[in-house]
Each structure stands twice: as C-alpha cells, then as structure tokens.
C-alpha cells in the first residue's frame, strides 16, 4: 500500500518570508518563490488567501496561558540588539543545492493518522518576531523549515530534509543508492525515497548505513528496503560496533520514566504554536509513524576502517562515548564529504539528556571532534550531517570543527575548573559561561543542550550530584521538607503575595523558588499552581534551548491541566523485541519485580533455547531476580525448553507461556510454582506517575494485572 501524503493548509504569507534582514532582528523578507527556494514551501492559492487571516497575532492556545510579560520582551529586544544577526551564512548555506518540495504538507501513517506535518509550523514563516520565543531560538527554527530534495556534492550525495526530526542522505552509487539514516518512520522514509526517485529518477537502494543507536536514525529502514533482500546480501546494512545492544539497551531499564520525562524534553503535549512547541532544535520534532529495525550485517569495528560499496569509497571513523555509546563518522575522499553523523551538527549538543540517557563524556566528544578535524578536515570541501544543513568550503568546515570541538573541550575543562575551586553541583549552573569568543558563532549555541544541564553533568560524571554539604546528603522529599517552608513563611497567602510581587518584578527564578515550596505542601491550592505555571510560561519563553523551553511550558500545562497522556510519538514492532538480548529482557525482569512481595520468595530457573544454542540460570533469592549466560543448575527448581523465536512471541505480547506449551513450543519440567510465583511479583510500569505535584489524580505507576507481565513494554528509541 502506498503512503499517503496530504495537502498541507500552509500559512506562509507570500509577502514576507524567508530571509535575515540586514538588522539584528528575526523579520524576514522576500518572495514566496524565494520561500520556496530557501524551506521548499510552495504556497497553494487557498494558502495565499488565508495567509492575511493567519498573519495577525494568534491567541494563546491555553485559556489560562499569557503573553510575554514586559520583562519577558525587553529581554527578547535586548537579545535581538546584541546577537549577530546580521550573519546570514546559516541561511545561505540552508538554501544552497536546493532542487525540489513536494506539493504535500503532510504524511499520513499506515495506521490512518498523520504521522508527520511540516506545515502545523508555517507560522514561523510569517515574517514577523514572536516575543514568546527567545530570538535565537525563532532563528534556529526558521532555519529549520527546510523542506524537500537538497544537493549536496553535485550529482553524488543528496538529502532529503523536513520529513522527520533527522535528515536522511542519499549516496549515488554505480547502481544505486547508499542511504545513511533512514529516519524515524517507516512513513516518513518511504516518502522521502519515493520523492528523490521521483525527481532524479528510480534507483535502487544497495545499502544503509546507520549513523548511530538512536531511533530517529534507523526506525524507518522497512520504508526504503525489504529484509528479505538484507539476508540475501543484496542490500547491506552497516553499522558501528555495539549498534544493536545500545539501540535497545538505551531505552529499557529506565524506559517509562523516560517516556513519560520526553513529554517535557520534546515537548509531545504542546501543540505547535508561538506560544507552545516551535523546534526541537535539531529539527522539528519526530515522526508519528512506525518504528521498525533490521539488524545490521556489517560493523565498523576499528577506530578507521574503510569499505567500499558498489563503487562509493568510505572511511568510517568510530566515536564511542559521544552522542551515542555507538556512533561513527564517515569520509568520502573522492568527493572530499565529511558525514558528522550527530557529532557535529548547528548546536552544541545534549552532555546529559533530560529525557534521561547515561551522561555523555564532553572530553572525549572533543578528542574525536579533533581526531576528524586533522584526519579529514584538512581537505574536506563540505560537511554534512544527520541533522541541520551542510557547511561548503574547506574554512567554512575547518571553522565549525574547531569551535564544536574547543566548546565541549571548554565545558569539561572549564566546568572541572571551576569545581577544583570549589564551585559545586547545585552552583556551576549559574556559573559556568562559553568563552566569549564562541558565544557569537551560531554553530556554537547550547540550543538541544543547554549550558544549565550540561555543565552540571559533567561535575555530575566526574564527581556524583552531591555538592558535599551534608545538609543536602539525606534530604527530605520535597513533599516533606515544603511544608516546613510554608509554616516559616508565613502560610498561603503571603507566600503568594510575595510569589506575585516577584512575577511583576521579572523575577522569575525567585518566585518559582517559593511558589514551588507552596505547591508541593498545598498540591491541591490550583492558585498556587497557575501561578507556578504562569512563572514557568515566562522563563520557558526566555529560554534558548528547546530542552528547556518545552519543559517549562510543558510543566505549566500539566500544572493548568492535570497530567494528560497526549500523542504518542511513536510506536515500535516486533522488530525492537527480536533485537532485544535475552540477558537485556531477564535484566529488565529483574528491574519489574515488586521486591516488597517477593520478600522471602526462592527458586531457580534453568532456561534453554535450542535453536540459537543459549542457557540461563535465573534465580530469584533476597527479593531479587539475577541471570547468568551460559550457566544451567544442577537441580534447578523448573526447567524451560522453548526456542528464542517462540520467546519473542511472548516478549510482544503476541503470545503467552500458558499458550506456548499448550502447544507444546515449550516444555516446562520441575515445579510450576516458581514460574507462577514470579508471574505474581512481576509488574508492568505505568507512564502516568506523577511529576508536577497535584497533577495526577488517583494513578499507580503499575498496570492492571490484565497485562501479561511478561510482555515487554516497547522502548520508544530516542535518547537523543
């Protein structure tokens, strides 16, 4: 079945758009032929003549939301009269090799809703300056809007942009083509390889190269190529060493606290809007569609190795310990193109994620930013990436390798500097600053980072959270600690009065610090709470970094609103189940188990499965479930024979143990009892938990006991 794409209900004004003007300020300027040629918008008459309409200032989307506050504006002004916008590089490198923009907004997915809408965020193409949004942020998401087929080396690499949260590239191969990350959807993939086709002509794909272990770089591989073809060695996928254990292991042990924390990072339950979601930074957001992945049959393994493919010649770089645990660079010397996978893209990037990902080695992330520089940045002609736009000329990448490469240098050198003197985990944040020379080069902005979580992750990498007063080593629960605060300030109402006089003072940070005192005693008093959201509306505006900005107007919804579940971003198949080690599932089992009514609880598992030739020993002891490969127990309490292909099943929630030896596909020998017994204190995990005090209603963090514990929630695969 074909993908169906949809007519998009653009509000670009034809009058306005597209460009920097020469003052520091967001206004754009320009034609609609030039919008078009820039973000590959082509307006439609029913978009043109709706444009006046959409032009004038939108109203909040939230009944209780506010405008920019005076404070909140004389910030933005200020900004837009000391940042460099006057430097239009960005935009001219954006617009350069542009061919084509399909006639369509959107992209339906195959399960009938719109998976990806490009055009919900026209608005930012009406040429005007929204106060609700920090400037450099409203430029980066302009810059953003890119939409269509893009040249990149003439006549050998393309991409495919605006179709998803990443970039997907095109290698002209002697065949066909080479792809490198094929997006997040299936969906979204499809349509990008169906539109190049379509405008350069039908080729077909003979390989994939995934960049790294995030889902937004190989979640839509099923669009683009057929397994079938994969295990029969027509098409090959190449990936870096360790892909497939990160691509899963990420987004388990933790995965429903990370999905319900996304709908802050990624912002998933505000709608697109000046004053709600506007960017993510490396784009617009993801895809809404389906989720697949074929395991890779070729792996980088050594720090440089180089293969060539149907006639493209690659020297792939490894990069453990960057963006991702498993990432890798790649050089086309015979077209001088450095691919900076999502090492090297238009911000600096996320050291600790808020959506929740291990902490990311800032030092080591300069040593291979450098490693590139002087292997391949000494004569690449153009640099290319994951996400953002491509850099032409070999200063132009030699420039932003060096400022990338010095900015995550100087946030771990600089940050640990500060802490050998004493500057601690609870202080750095208000602290620590980029050198001065960096703080005006756009490629050096903290948009998908930000200087507040970075810099105290790297104190947290190197030395833990604790700022070594003791006073903060065993402290009370804030639901705990706030009513003492509450007591000594006097009750409610003054503390509300005082939150008010600092909200009318601009002091935001201030108020947050006491009403949020007041909310965690009283999480019922919904004053307290809009006004909590109100403070948090205000710094969520005035924040560059994405990250930050939706998780301020993210917690003000939910404070104004109760928890809702929103969209989901996207869903994930069988495919993310088979990829999952059976050590990685037993571990997970371990993380399930409800210690508390397994207290007292004994037994051992012996586990084998024929057909991939495994055995574990599983043993439950001290309320606590613990596996080891290779190992089986002499008298073990139940035996299970089942093949890993049938445990799968089990693991998607397609099958259950009970039907499983129904049908004789497992054999069970020795006492039932353990395998009901940890059927009993194995639970699955619930997203909806509370976050924002007094915003969720009656919930548990565990599911029914209608859900088959054994069943493997699906980890949603973006740790970006």
């Given at each position: 079945m074909g993908v169906d794409k949809v007519a998009g209900n653009s509000s670009l004004e034809t009058d306005d758009v597209v460009h920097l003007v020469n003052r520091r300020s967001l206004l754009l300027a320009g034609t609609a032929a030039a919008a078009a040629s820039t973000f590959g918008v082509i307006p439609t008459s029913a978009q043109q003549s709706s444009a006046q309409a959409v032009a004038s200032a939108p109203d909040h989307y939230h009944p209780k939301g506010k405008p920019p506050s005076t404070h909140t504006i004389n910030i933005q002004n200020a900004l837009r009269n000391s940042m460099p916008f006057d430097d239009k590089l960005d935009f001219e490198e954006a617009k350069k090799g542009f061919i084509a923009a399909p006639l369509y907004r959107q992209i339906k997915a195959e399960a009938g809703h719109v998976a990806w809408d490009i055009g919900k965020y026209d608005f930012l193409l009406q040429g005007k300056d929204f106060d609700s949004i920090h400037p450099s942020l409203q430029r980066q998401a302009i810059l953003n809007m890119g939409y269509g087929l893009y040249e990149v080396v003439p006549g050998a690499i393309f991409q495919v942009r605006g179709f998803d949260l990443s970039n997907i590239s095109f290698i002209k191969s002697n065949t066909g083509w080479i792809i490198f990350d094929p997006l997040t959807a299936k969906e979204t993939a499809k349509a990008a390889l169906e539109f190049i086709n379509e405008r350069l002509g039908s080729r077909p794909v003979v390989a994939v190269v995934y960049s790294h272990a995030h889902g937004d770089h190989f979640g839509g591989v099923?669009?683009?190529?057929?397994?079938?073809?994969?295990?029969?060695?027509?098409?090959?996928?190449?990936?870096?060493?360790?892909?497939?254990?990160?691509?899963?292991s990420e987004n388990v042990m933790a995965g429903n606290a990370m999905t319900r924390r996304m709908a802050y990072q990624y912002g998933a339950v505000l709608p697109a809007s000046a004053y709600g979601h506007v960017d993510q930074a490396i784009g617009k957001t993801t895809a809404a569609g389906s989720v697949g992945l074929?395991?890779?049959?070729?792996?980088?393994?050594?720090?440089?190795?180089?293969?060539?493919?149907?006639?493209?010649?690659?020297?792939?770089?490894?990069?453990?310990?960057?963006?991702?645990?498993?990432?890798?660079?790649?050089?086309?010397?015979?077209?001088?193109?450095?691919?900076?996978?999502?090492?090297?893209?238009?911000?600096?990037?996320?050291?600790?994620?808020?959506?929740?990902?291990?902490?990311?080695?800032?030092?080591?992330?300069?040593?291979?930013?450098?490693?590139?520089?002087?292997?391949?940045?000494?004569?690449?002609?153009?640099?290319?990436?994951?996400?953002?736009?491509?850099?032409?000329?070999?200063?132009?990448?030699?420039e932003v390798l060096r400022g990338q490469r010095d900015t995550y240098a100087h946030l771990n050198n600089y940050v640990l500097f500060l802490a050998n003197q004493g500057v601690t985990i609870s202080e750095v944040h208000n602290v620590y600053q980029a050198p001065k020379s960096l703080q005006n080069k756009w490629y050096a902005r903290s948009y998908h980072g930000s200087e507040f979580h970075n810099s105290r992750a790297v104190i947290n990498r190197y030395i833990g959270y604790w700022d070594c007063n003791p006073a903060t080593l065993t402290p009370l629960s804030p639901s705990d600690s706030a009513p003492l605060y509450v007591e000594m300030m006097g009750g409610a109402s003054r503390i509300m009065a005082k939150g008010r006089e600092l909200f009318d003072r601009g002091m935001y940070r201030h108020g947050m610090e006491i009403i949020n005192k007041l909310v965690y005693a009283e999480p019922n008093n919904q004053d307290a709470k809009d006004l909590l959201a109100d403070t948090f509306e205000q710094l969520g505006y005035q924040y560059e970094s994405p990250s930050l900005r939706n998780s301020f107007l993210a917690g003000a919804k939910e404070l104004r609103d109760g928890y809702q579940p929103g969209a989901?971003?996207?869903?994930?198949?069988?495919?993310?189940?088979?990829?999952?080690?059976?050590?990685?599932?037993?571990?997970?089992?371990?993380?399930?188990?409800?210690?508390?009514?397994?207290?007292?609880?004994?037994?051992?598992?012996?586990?084998?499965?024929?057909?991939?030739?495994?055995?574990?020993?599983?043993?439950?002891?001290?309320?606590?479930?613990?596996?080891?490969?290779?190992?089986?127990?002499?008298?073990?309490?139940?035996?299970?024979?089942?093949?890993?292909?049938?445990?799968?099943?089990?693991?998607?929630?397609?099958?259950?143990?009970?039907?499983?030896?129904?049908?004789?596909?497992?054999?069970?020998?020795?006492?039932?009892?353990?395998?009901?017994?940890?059927?009993?204190?194995?639970?699955?995990?619930?997203?909806?938990?509370?976050?924002?005090?007094?915003?969720?209603?009656?919930?548990?963090?565990?599911?029914?006991?209608?859900?088959?514990?054994?069943?493997?929630?699906?980890?949603?695969?973006?740790?970006?």
């Open positions: 099923r669009g683009v190529v057929d397994e079938a073809d994969v295990r029969s060695g027509k098409v090959k996928i190449i990936a870096p060493e360790h892909f497939l254990e990160h691509a899963v074929i395991a890779p049959d070729i792996e980088i393994k050594l720090p440089f190795e180089e293969l060539t493919i149907d006639g493209v010649a690659m020297v792939f770089q490894n990069t453990p310990g960057t963006e991702s645990p498993a990432e890798m660079n790649t050089y086309f010397p015979q077209w001088r193109a450095f691919w900076s996978a999502e090492n090297v893209t238009a911000t600096i990037h996320n050291i600790y994620t808020l959506r929740g990902a291990m902490v990311r080695d800032a030092l080591a992330w300069s040593k291979h930013i450098n490693e590139a520089l002087w292997r391949f940045g000494q004569e690449a002609e153009v640099m290319f990436a994951s996400h953002s736009w491509p850099r032409f000329g070999n200063a132009r990448v030699q989901k971003l996207k869903s994930s198949g069988p495919d993310v189940v088979r990829a999952m080690t059976t050590g990685l599932f037993l571990d997970f089992l371990g993380v399930r188990v409800d210690s508390k009514k397994a207290e007292g609880m004994k037994f051992i598992i012996n586990i084998d499965m024929p057909d991939v030739n495994e055995q574990y020993l599983v043993e439950m002891s001290n309320a606590t479930l613990t596996n080891i490969k290779g190992r089986q127990a002499k008298n073990p309490d139940l035996t299970m024979t089942l093949n890993r292909s049938d445990l799968e099943t089990v693991m998607a929630g397609q099958s259950s143990f009970d039907a499983l030896v129904s049908s004789g596909k497992a054999k069970l020998s020795g006492d039932l009892k353990a395998l009901a017994d940890l059927r009993s204190v194995v639970v699955q995990f619930n997203p909806a938990f509370q976050l924002m005090p007094g915003t969720v209603k009656g919930a548990t963090p565990l599911q029914s006991a209608q859900v088959d514990p054994f069943e493997q929630p699906e980890p949603e695969f973006l740790a970006e």
